[in-house]
């Protein structure tokens, strides 16, 4: 069928294997694609969902009263922990281990205290899970931000451990990460606005 | 976190052998074999592992539709149990599309697309690996879950939470794999191989990647809402089990299956220039044509077949535009980039003709031929399903379309399989026997297709039934009309189609246990890939190749011979 079959393979120039390029880096954008899909999901399930209750002239929720003021301080919270995220990229860009360790340190520390507060929020807010219109989409939207966050913290860890062991020249993973929590801010500045904020 | 394999560097490497599957357990012992597979990290195996296993349940699933299909013809048929039709339906429909058509393509972009850019291995293997472990699982549990009396509209409460858990686990393999993928295509390529230089179905693996990392996610959220309103809620938000059917529904049918079939659509690109012997005409626009196609993927997030269409000429022109805008965007684009990769393709065959003469008929290009055309007709068939005059919503048209679409893109992967099988396998599947598959597969694929689309349009029910009331409806023919007729041209169609895959798997088995080895580039093929020993070896590449043109191999076979 071939009419021009090279029996052996053909020789082409070769160099020596090239270094990814920023594999981890684009790897976590690639992911965050999805996450950000995942996210825009839900929160347009919840957008129609929202729309369906007040379309009677009601709130949404009817009886919670959403606690502001930890929620608030939520937003900020993870907000920093981007910037000490990135603080972590600019100290291993300058070969400054400690600092990297430091930044990486503050920003598991901020990762936990956010989980803190929603577990804060959780109670304070009191929604049984079982409440038909709110209940489930409540826990559901908040339950998978908490899962982000705590992947957040994983990807933290694994980074510390790299940095701890002198691996500061592989700015790609560091970079990586920052970007991670730069992408979970805005998530949930996305959810902040939708679930605490309309009503 | 090594996301390239480097430990075999080129000067330390151990001798590569011509042929022959590297990566084999010197020991060769039964147990070493198995152990090298279900641990493996080359990409040519974790992509042979998802098609693999995707032929079993695409034959699974044709065998399926088989049995409904005479259930439907048969007035009064005791085939099945009536109180199992729900969830074979689903049993049909999940694997067709989750089980089947996604898995096979993206396997087929994993065992082949890290090859044609030059990687010597694929980005984040072990997560890719992970993903096929998590969509196998999930699919096992969802079959689990099914026979259980599960899934959409099931009346075991434990069950429906387990189908749910378990599509949200084959979710996310499918998502792991893809991003594997798409990091592979964007990070990994060899050096002078820029983006324009990538070969096309390559470049329709990284959209099709894309494309399930866009649409699976918002299934997932669905599926998240579903589970925890049904497990602990108070299963009212989303109409309870029955309600699954409408929040998932959607991605079981165009436009979200045509996001998949991007890949499929790219074998077709890659296949043109190598029957013809010619360079790919204008690679810019080709690309550009694949891309539109991928376009499908935001009609599925938008659900934009949910907004009907009416060519209704009283209307205001307002009302027209602000509904034939989104329908022009999300069910034309899509359209015109098939048309458009057909016409390059004509044109790239038209000068190759000109240049070479004779086309260099590959055996694949005969299964790609019936799947490009079954693909263009499902890309039609989505843009007329909107439209409102027409009355297709609801209907088995619906169905039609799904089926032009997968099984089309199905017959595409075949024919990519068929053509890279030389380099995953180390053999050569002949004319003679892959063409007869090729022609039972089309004929099947479009009767089938043919018949759904047929009744559709005489107003037979269609859709994915969320309880026994919309069984009964789909199961309700005109027995003495056509609706019996149509209903056994379908199950004869889909009949072909099992005959075929069963066919194709048998054929394979039996070339790879008695067929001789493949020649390095066997049917003159472009791209790097061609330029390594047959089956090409783990690591791909001994010595990475230095990339200068969008088809290197053609230029070091063809140069000075034409």
Redesign the interface.
């Known amino acids: 069928m071939a009419t021009h079959a090279a029996e052996l393979p053909l020789e082409l120039p070769s160099v020596a294997a090239p270094a990814p390029k920023r594999q981890i880096f684009v790897g976590t954008a690639v992911a965050l694609v999805a996450g950000s899909a995942l996210v825009g999901g839900l929160l347009a399930v919840w957008l129609l969902l929202r729309e369906r209750a007040v379309s009677g002239g009601g709130r949404f929720p009817l009886d919670y009263i959403i606690t502001e003021v930890a929620t608030n301080v939520m937003l900020i919270t993870i907000w920093v922990t981007a910037l000490f995220a990135q603080w972590a990229v600019y100290s291993a860009k300058r070969g400054d281990r400690t600092h990297t360790v430091l930044a990486l340190g503050v920003t598991g520390l901020l990762g936990v205290a956010f989980l803190n507060a929603q577990a804060f929020t959780w109670s304070q807010m009191g929604v049984e899970i079982g409440d038909a219109g709110y209940g489930a989409l409540f826990y559901a939207v908040t339950g998978t931000l908490f899962a982000i966050i705590a992947a957040g913290l994983l990807y933290s860890a694994v980074t510390a451990f790299r940095a701890l062991s002198g691996r500061l020249g592989d700015t790609d993973v560091l970079a990586g990460h920052a970007l991670y929590w730069y992408w979970a801010a805005a998530a949930y500045s996305a959810i902040w606005f939708v679930v605490y904020v309309t009503k | ?1 090594t ?2 394999e ?1 430990q075999h ?2 000067a330390d490497a151990p001798e590569a052998p ?1 042929t022959g599957e590297s990566t084999a357990p010197a020991s060769g012992s039964f147990f070493a074999g198995v152990a090298d597979w279900v641990t493996t990290t080359d990409h040519k195996k974790i992509g042979r592992l998802y098609a693999g296993f995707g032929l079993v349940l695409l034959a699974g699933s044709a065998i399926v539709a088989l049995l409904l299909g005479i259930e439907r013809a048969d007035d009064g048929s005791e085939l099945l149990d009536g109180g199992a039709l729900l969830q074979l339906v689903q049993v049909y429909r999940f694997g067709l599309v989750l089980g089947a058509l996604v898995p096979i393509v993206l396997g087929l972009g994993l065992a082949v697309a890290p090859m044609q850019v030059g990687a ?1 291995q694929v ?2 293997p072990r997560v890719a690996l992970s993903g096929f472990y998590f969509w196998l699982a999930g699919i096992v549990l969802m079959l689990f879950a099914l026979g259980d009396n599960g899934g959409i509209g099931g009346g075991n409460a434990q069950a429906v939470d387990q189908f749910l858990a378990a599509i949200g686990l084959t979710l996310v393999g499918l ?1 792991f794999s ?3 993928l ?2 592979t295509v ?6 002078g191989m820029t983006m324009r230089r990538v070969p096309l179905f390559a470049w329709s693996s990284l959209i099709g990647a ?1 494309g399930v ?10 599926v ?2 579903l589970f ?2 049904l497990r ?3 299963a ?2 989303f109409a309870g089990a029955e309600g699954i059917a409408a ?1 998932l529904g959607w991605l079981l049918t165009i436009p979200a299956v045509i996001a998949f079939a991007v890949p499929a659509v790219g074998v077709f690109a890659e296949l043109v220039p190598v029957t013809f ?1 010619g360079r790919q005409q204008l690679r810019g626009v080709a690309f550009a044509g694949l891309a539109l196609v991928g376009v499908a993927a935001l009609a599925a ?1 938008t659900r934009q077949t949910a907004i009907p269409v009416s060519l209704d000429t009283d209307q205001s022109f307002g009302t027209f535009i602000d509904d034939a805008v989104p329908y022009l965007l999300f069910a034309g684009l899509p359209l015109l980039g098939a048309v458009v990769v057909l016409a390059l393709g004509g044109l790239t065959a038209q000068a190759g003709m000109a240049k070479a003469g ?1 086309p ?4 694949a290009a005969v299964f790609a031929l019936f799947g490009i055309g079954l693909v263009v007709l499902g890309l039609v068939a989505n843009f007329l399903l909107a439209l409102t005059d027409l009355e297709l919503l609801g209907t088995s048209f619906e169905e039609g379309a799904l089926l032009l679409v997968a099984y089309g893109a199905l017959l595409l992967v075949l024919g990519g399989l068929v053509f890279w099988a030389p380099k995953l396998w180390g053999v050569e599947l ?2 003679l026997h892959v063409i007869p598959l090729a022609l039972l597969g089309g004929l099947g694929a479009a009767l089938a297709a043919v018949a759904a689309i047929v009744g559709g349009f005489l107003g037979q029910p269609g859709g994915l039934p969320a309880n026994d009331a919309g069984v009964a409806a789909l199961f309700s023919l005109d027995f003495s009309g056509s609706g019996a007729l149509l209903a056994w041209v379908g199950a004869i169609g889909h009949a072909l189609v099992a005959l075929a895959v069963l066919g194709f798997g048998a054929l394979l088995l039996k070339v790879l246990r008695s067929g001789q080895p493949a ?6 093929g472009h791209t ?1 890939e ?4 047959s089956p090409t070896p783990a690591d791909n ?1 001994p ?5 200068a043109s969008a088809e ?2 053609f230029e ?3 140069e000075g ?1 034409l």
């Open positions: 976190m996301t390239i480097t560097a080129v011509a010597r980005a984040f998502a893809a991003t594997s798409a990091t964007l990070t990994a390529r060899a050096p894309l990392l866009l649409v699976v996610p918002v299934a997932f959220a669905s998240i809402y925890v309103d602990y809620g108070a009212e938000n929040w012997r997030v004779k260099n008929l590959v055996p002949t004319g020649a390095a580039n066997p049917f003159n790097i061609w330029g390594t020993p590449f010595a990475v190749p230095t990339v290197p191999v070091l076979s063809y011979t």
